[in-house]
Structure formats: structure tokens, C-alpha cells
């Protein structure tokens, strides 16, 4: 089972790194959809098959569906994604990837220090969760909803369509 | 069935996606990638919060990973509904557009 987590690691992070360098943004959703379920096989292996189906059916399901209708409703066609192609020289990402680097390098440092510990004796199952969710973490469950309710809101007071465009200052 | 694996390792993946993602925040002008990088820095932090629950083979992690993974939600809904809102008023995707808002 080792195998299948690092096999599975290096898909995740090869279509993550699809995703930031694609021009065609439908290309981009379509890795990161590939990258959300190899992160789903690695949470499956590491002992966690709840969050393994969640991450199918709400990340790369619901969310991923909502990325979607958004490109499809914008209608992205050709001239954009030759915008995105001219946007993406190599001088453009090199202060980005210096600062993701040394960031990324001084993580590694920190994590170099830590203790040889192994992962994954045996699987949490469904049922701890749901009584850990709803005994001591019952507030954590409320503030969700009321986020949630607060996302919707947010999203519909958002994109309603009845306020007109902004009129061009005259200079 | 689970793999043993050392527990760095995942975080090491974890912190290589969470890289990733930072990198296409930073680099990308289109307000669409920005939210699908910030989409990608959210599950890698989901992913260590899980690496660390299999450690210790306690439901916390993945019960923060619940959390994440809500709130993504919820962001994710309210940044599409700014990008079509955005995109409606400048007609195009570039952030920089924003810029002229004198916000």
C-alpha cells in the first residue's frame, strides 16, 4: 500500500502543477479535477475513507461543477486564452517561483527536524467522526451552517443581474 | 488496509501542493486561476490536518478537514458570484482591471 500513496502523491502534484501553467482554463479544471481524486486515494490509504468520498463527491463533484458552469456561462473562448498564453512568460513567474521556493525550502527545513513517526495503524472510521462531529464539536457543526448560509446568501445577493453596468467615467 | 508511511512524507506532499498553489496565486492575473490556486492551498492544508489526524489515529483531523472543506464551500460560491459580477461590470478576468475601483 506504500507504493500507492507515493504513485498517487506524484499524480497530485504533476496535475497541480497542470493546473497553475495551462492556458485554456477548461484544460486547468479538468487537471485539477485528476489532482482532487489522486489527493482522495492518498487520504483513502492513509487510513481516512470518509474524507476519501467526501473529497470525490464535494471537491471534485459539487465544487468542480461550479467551476465549471462559471466557464461555461462566461463563454472563455480563444481570445483568452491567447490573453492567458501572453501573460504567461517566464518573466512573469519568476519572482512568484523564488518566493514560493524559499518558502517551500525553509518549510522543509522545519519539517527536517521532526521525529520519524509513521502514519495510518488503522483506519478512522465513519462512526468516530460522526460522534466526535456532533458531541464536543457541535459548535464547529452550528458556525458551518451558518457560514453556509452566509455563502448562500453572499452568492445570490452577488450575482443577480438587475444592476447595470458601470457607466464609463468621463475623463 | 492503510500504507505506514513516515508521517513527513505527507507532510512534505502537503507542503509541495500548498507551494504550488501559492505559486499560482502569485503568478496568475486571471481572477479564475487565483481561485482555483487558493482551491488547490485549501486541500493541501485540508491533506496535513489529515496526515496528522492518521498519525495519531484521532477523528480531529479529519473533522478540521470537515471545516476546510465547508468553508471552501462557501468561498468558493461567493468568489464565483464576484467573478461573474466582475465580469459583467469589466468584461474581462484580469484582476489588475480591478485596480481602477480606487478601492
Given at each position: 500500500m506504500n507504493a500507492t500513496f507515493y504513485i498517487a502523491a506524484a499524480v497530485a502534484v504533476f496535475s497541480t502543477g497542470m493546473v497553475v501553467t495551462r492556458a485554456n482554463a477548461v484544460h486547468s479544471l479538468l487537471y485539477l479535477v485528476v489532482s482532487m481524486l489522486s489527493l482522495a486515494l492518498v487520504f483513502f490509504v492513509l487510513g481516512a475513507p470518509l474524507i476519501a468520498a467526501l473529497e470525490v463527491v464535494v471537491y471534485a463533484g459539487a465544487i468542480m461543477v461550479l467551476f465549471v458552469f462559471v466557464v461555461m456561462m462566461l463563454n472563455l473562448g480563444g481570445r483568452i486564452a491567447a490573453q492567458e498564453r501572453a501573460w504567461l512568460n517566464p518573466r512573469a513567474w519568476r519572482g512568484p517561483a523564488a518566493l514560493s521556493a524559499i518558502l517551500f525550502a525553509e518549510l522543509l527545513y522545519v519539517l527536517g527536524?521532526?521525529?520519524?513517526a509513521l502514519t495510518g495503524a488503522e483506519p478512522v472510521q465513519p462512526k468516530e467522526i460522526g460522534r466526535a462531529l456532533f458531541g464536543p464539536y457541535m459548535l464547529a457543526v452550528e458556525l458551518a451552517s451558518m457560514l453556509l448560509l452566509a455563502g448562500l446568501v453572499g452568492a445570490f445577493a452577488l450575482a443577480r443581474r438587475d444592476v447595470p453596468p458601470r457607466k464609463e467615467r468621463n475623463p | 488496509m492503510t500504507a505506514t508511511i513516515p508521517l513527513m512524507h505527507g507532510l512534505v506532499l502537503a507542503g509541495t501542493l500548498f507551494a504550488i498553489g501559492l505559486l499560482g496565486l502569485l503568478a496568475r492575473r486571471n481572477i479564475l486561476y487565483i481561485l482555483m490556486s487558493i482551491e488547490i492551498m485549501l486541500n493541501a492544508t485540508g491533506l496535513a490536518f489529515v496526515v496528522a489526524g492518521s498519525r495519531w489515529n484521532q477523528a480531529d483531523g479529519q473533522i478540521m478537514f470537515l471545516i476546510i472543506l465547508t468553508m471552501a464551500a462557501a468561498e468558493v460560491a461567493v468568489g464565483l458570484a464576484l467573478l461573474l459580477r466582475f465580469h459583467h461590470q469589466f468584461k474581462t478576468l484580469d484582476a489588475d482591471a480591478a485596480s481602477t475601483m480606487r478601492g
Open positions: 527536524a521532526s521525529s520519524g | -
